[in-house]
């Protein structure tokens, strides 16, 4: 009897899925747009929490804290305490 029960259970959850599934996600979901713009994001901020780890992106060096700054493509750099004199001359932004 119990058994029954379960199969029962079973197939209702398989029908609700089925279900949900025929609703129909369109291939360019707003979800899929959101969990685009997230992993840049958590990839930033894996940066930021180690910084000392960080070798400079302009003299590979692990010279201790690094400042994050934002290039003209969109990408993140960090940045050492000597190099942050280049970053300025080139108008980049900190983060
Ligand atoms: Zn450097």
Do not use: W
Request: contains cysteine; positive net charge; glycine residues 6%.
């Amino acid at each position: 009897m119990t058994y029954l029960l379960i199969a029962v259970l079973l197939l209702a959850i398989a029908g609700v899925m089925i279900f949900l599934r025929k609703q129909g996600v369109p291939p360019h979901s707003v979800q899929e747009e959101t969990n685009r713009k997230v992993i840049p994001l958590d990839r930033h901020r894996q940066l930021r929490s180690k910084p000392e780890e960080q070798p400079c992106s302009s003299c590979k060096r692990k010279n201790g804290k690094l400042i994050f700054y934002a290039q003209d493509n969109g990408s993140v750099v960090g940045l050492c305490r000597d190099c942050r004199d280049k970053a300025k001359k080139r108008d980049m932004l900190p983060l």
